[in-house]
C-alpha cells in the first residue's frame, strides 16, 4: 500500500483509482491490526493520520473527472490506538513528487504542467 498524499488533480488516473482502492483494500488489515513496519522504514507510505479526509478528497477527484464513486469508507478504526507508534508518522510529500515523476510519465506530466502554470 502507497499514499502519495499529493494533490489528487495531479495524479493520473490510474494512481488516483489505485490509492482510492488500496485506502478500501487495506482497511480490514488495519482493523485487525496487522503489522505495518515495513511501510514505515525506510520511507512513510502510509499515514494514517487524516485517512478518512484522503479518500474524501479522492473521491471528490474522481467525481470531479468524470469516474463513478460509490463506495463509502465504512468502519475506519482508530489508528491512533491500534498503531500509536505510527499514528504521527507523515508522508513525505516531495519524495512523493520525486517518486512519482520517476515512475509514471503520465503523473510527471500533469505535475510538470501544474507547475508551469504557476
Known amino acids: 500500500m502507497r499514499m502519495w498524499m499529493i494533490d489528487t488533480a495531479l495524479l493520473c488516473k490510474n494512481h488516483l483509482i489505485g490509492e482510492h482502492g488500496e485506502l478500501h ?27 478518512q479526509e484522503r479518500h474524501d478528497a479522492l473521491a471528490a477527484e474522481m467525481i470531479a473527472r468524470g469516474y463513478n464513486h460509490n463506495s463509502l469508507l465504512i468502519d475506519v478504526p482508530d489508528f ?15 519524495e512523493s513528487y520525486k517518486d512519482l515523476c520517476k515512475r509514471c510519465p ?12 504557476k
Open 25 to 51: 483494500k487495506f482497511l480490514p488489515s488495519f482493523r485487525k491490526g496487522y503489522k505495518v513496519d515495513g511501510r514505515f522504514d525506510p520511507i512513510v507510505q502510509i499515514q494514517f493520520q487524516g485517512y
Open 106 to 117: 503520465r503523473c510527471k506530466r500533469r505535475i510538470y504542467n501544474a507547475l508551469r502554470i
Open 80 to 94: 491512533k490506538q491500534i498503531y500509536p507508534q505510527y499514528f504521527y508518522k507523515l508522508v513525505n510529500i516531495d
